[in-house]
């Protein structure tokens, strides 16, 4: 059982509250101003006019001391919450001890392997090796070569709206023109197929009418003599998509596509960078369909606080993988690995309470949403599970036009300067998302659901 009073006492109470009169306050200006000089702002975020200086649980502060309410857990990281006491006590006494092991065994990274190992999905669990790496990029171009190596096929099937990473291995497996106009070329041999967006079905079908022909597509791809695909190695799946919506696939789509793999020889890798680490209100959001995955690959929430993300690998396929044949500088990292492994400890302890309130508080707030939504014209859809819930903006509820980006960057605005802390995603950019930490309040929960409904009304009725 999560007790409320103690998941208060990690965040800043007093959240939200605003003492400047804009945002970004003076002193976040100058720092935007002097990242613009410095920095590269093909980043992530680069445009985003909200500058951290602190962070405690699901709230942070700027350097003005504004403090925001935190939906985003800085994109699905900070699962336990941000400078977690426990994780803080752990991270300490390990610099004290060791930090970098430049890839070679160390006592907390093997420690590690094995928690790991201890929280995978049916299939995996304590049966698979992990192979570390700094972020879920570094996870998903492991993944490409493993399979490589693992089935002697290069083919890769990968879905639309999906996100792996940007480099270029995984890039080539991203979809969304911003991330790959003029970056090319990518790795060749990699087929993108729809995923199951029944909001926005590619095929102008209907569930369950449609009888899953996204599922039985994938099937032709991976056994068409024309597109050669019988030498695909392995599909790459988000159970849950991240950055393409927070789209959620019908219940029998995914048994149906591990089918496909099993008959044609492919590998399937899920990856759970994004939804994984507790976020959906299961360990992994590939246990909603049961499916055991070959490979995983994990990152974000795992990691939390410290960098810190790996692929795990059926234990039969791993055989195949060659002894130091992929080295890593600093993957291991002894202060990386104690955190992350006090990030598993706190998630699963009380048998998982926290991930099983993360399912409960998830209903919660689809519930306030759609609710909300009612009286609003622009809320196309609300969906997800657990703390990834997608609010999708349209212009039109008909048409399902998307919200223009003025508008949604106007919303962003309205709920910034009240306090609350929203970044979008999707195909077009128009969708909200709530990923708080695991550890916000139900009361930070409620708040940030009405200071969304009002942002958006405030737009409707032409205000801001
Ligand atoms: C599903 C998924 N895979 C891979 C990545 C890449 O992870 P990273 O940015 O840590 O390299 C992301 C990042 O958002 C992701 O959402």
Redesign the pocket.
């Known amino acids: 059982m999560v007790s409320e009073n103690d998941l208060a006492k990690l965040s800043y109470p007093q959240a939200p509250n605003m003492v400047t009169d804009s945002i970004p306050g003076p002193k976040g200006q100058k720092i935007l101003e002097d990242s613009h000089k410095y920095e590269s702002m093909a980043r992530g975020g680069g445009g985003f006019p909200l500058v951290f200086d602190e962070g405690k649980g699901a709230t942070i502060k700027d350097p003005d001391g504004n403090i925001y309410i935190d939906i985003t857990a800085g994109?699905?990281v900070t699962s336990v919450g941000r400078c977690h006491p426990r994780v803080l006590e752990a991270m300490q006494s390990q610099m004290g001890r060791l930090m970098h092991a430049s890839d070679i065994s160390n006592t907390r990274r093997t420690e590690l392997a094995a928690k790991v190992s201890s929280v995978m999905p049916q299939g995996l669990r304590n049966n698979c090796i992990s192979y570390f790496t700094q972020?879920?990029?570094?996870?998903?171009e492991t993944a490409i070569k493993f399979s490589r190596k693992i089935t002697g096929r290069n083919q890769i099937v990968a879905f639309h709206g999906?996100?792996?990473?940007v480099w270029c291995g995984?890039g080539s497996l991203t979809t969304g023109d911003q991330y790959r106009a003029g970056y090319g070329p990518f790795i060749p041999g990699v087929i993108h197929v729809p995923y199951a967006y029944c909001y926005r079905c590619c095929f102008g079908l209907e569930y369950p009418g449609c009888d899953l022909q996204c599922a039985k597509y994938i099937d032709y791809v991976l056994n068409t003599p024309y597109t050669g695909a019988d030498d695909v190695g392995m599909l790459i799946v988000?159970p849950q998509q991240?950055?393409g919506g927070y789209v959620v696939p019908p219940p029998e789509w995914l048994p149906m596509i591990k089918d496909a793999c099993e008959k044609h020889g492919a590998l399937l890798v899920a990856?759970e960078?994004?939804?994984g680490a507790g976020r959906t209100g299961k360990m992994w959001s590939i246990e909603y369909s049961g499916v055991e995955p070959d490979m995983l690959?994990w990152?974000?929430g795992m990691g939390g606080d410290m960098p810190n993300?790996g692929l795990s690998v059926r234990k039969d396929l791993a055989e195949k993988i060659v002894e130091s044949s992929q080295p890593n500088t600093f993957a291991g990292n002894a202060v990386a690995a104690a955190t992350t492994i006090t990030n598993i400890e706190i998630l699963s302890e009380d048998n998982f309470a926290l991930v099983n309130r993360a399912a409960e508080l998830g209903e919660q707030i689809k519930g306030w949403l759609t609710e909300g939504a009612g009286e609003i014209r622009t809320i196309g859809d609300v969906r997800g599970r657990g703390l990834m819930v997608g609010i999708e903006m349209v212009s039109d509820k008909e048409t399902k036009e998307p919200l223009d980006k003025d508008s949604i960057i106007k919303i962003i605005m309205g709920m910034l300067n009240r306090g609350l802390v929203m970044v979008p995603c999707g195909r077009f950019g128009n969708v909200f998302r709530f990923m708080p930490p695991l550890v916000l309040t139900t009361e930070h929960a409620q708040k940030g659901c009405e200071i969304l409904l009002e942002a958006v009304k405030e737009i409707e009725s032409g205000g801001a």
């Open positions: 994109v699905a972020g879920g990029s570094g996870a998903v999906d996100y792996h990473g995984c988000e991240g950055e990856d960078v994004q939804a690959t990152g974000k993300a």
